[in-house]
């Protein structure tokens, strides 16, 4: 089974700041890694797909990068509504689509 | 408008059984990949089962031989059916679409709509 580890855990961070969230997987997933935005009592939303392509309606200052096993999601200029928790998933195994354990991006 | 809308949560004691639906309108589930994934309380997204348009199903390993992802054509929903169920199965269970991309020569995997959840609680 494919294993998937993001760093930090938490991080704490001001409005205007540039942040990096990485995920890494246990085995090369070349590009088939998401990411994913969760706010308190509220369903996940997706956020990058293919490692890099932005899904539509989210804002440029979000961007993936990475392939094979290390993986980043930056942030360019943190706003006031994108502290949340935010997932890594791998789809290169499509019998099993497993999330990271979450990064909770909290106000400093 | 594209949409899902789960249902049939509620508290079950241990061992009991509960059917999840999910209500999707502006697409049709049968043509398209459906996910459950599910959230315990304080914790991570956990993914639990898929289907596939062809009919092919897969579990993760906590729920395999105990949970059944099914669908309904005519009613346009999925389904979960909980059997022997845990205190551990207590969680926020999602439905999702699985959309399919291409870019260049590839296949690309992603949940791009999401339910709001429903609540199981597994408690005597």
């Known amino acids: 089974d494919i294993q998937m580890t993001q760093s930090p855990s938490s991080l704490s961070a001001s409005v205007g700041d540039r942040v990096t969230i990485t995920c890494r997987a246990s085995q090369s997933i070349s590009s088939y890694l998401n990411w994913y935005q969760q706010k308190p009592g509220k369903a996940p939303k997706l956020l990058i797909y293919?490692?890099?392509s932005l899904q539509s309606g989210v804002p440029s200052r979000f961007s993936g990068s990475g392939s094979g096993t290390d993986f980043t999601l930056t942030i360019s200029s943190l706003q006031p509504e994108d502290f949340a928790t935010y997932y890594c998933q791998q789809s290169y195994s499509t019998s099993m689509y497993t999330f990271g354990q979450g990064t909770k991006l909290e106000i400093k | 408008e594209v949409q899902l809308v789960e249902s049939g949560g509620g508290l079950i004691q241990p061992g009991g059984s509960l059917r999840l639906s999910c209500a999707a309108s502006g697409f049709t589930v049968s043509s398209n990949y459906m996910s459950w994934v599910r959230q315990a309380p304080g914790k991570g997204l956990e993914w639990v089962s898929v289907i596939y348009s062809g009919g092919s199903t897969y579990y993760a390993d906590s729920v395999k031989g105990r949970f059944t992802i099914s669908r309904d054509n005519s009613k346009n929903t999925l389904y979960l059916q909980m059997n022997s169920l845990r205190a551990e199965d207590t969680a926020v269970y999602y439905c999702a679409r699985v959309a399919e991309q291409q870019l260049v020569v590839y296949y690309y995997y992603y949940m791009d709509v999401w339910g709001k959840g429903t609540t199981v609680t597994v408690s005597s």
């Open positions: 293919a490692a890099s």
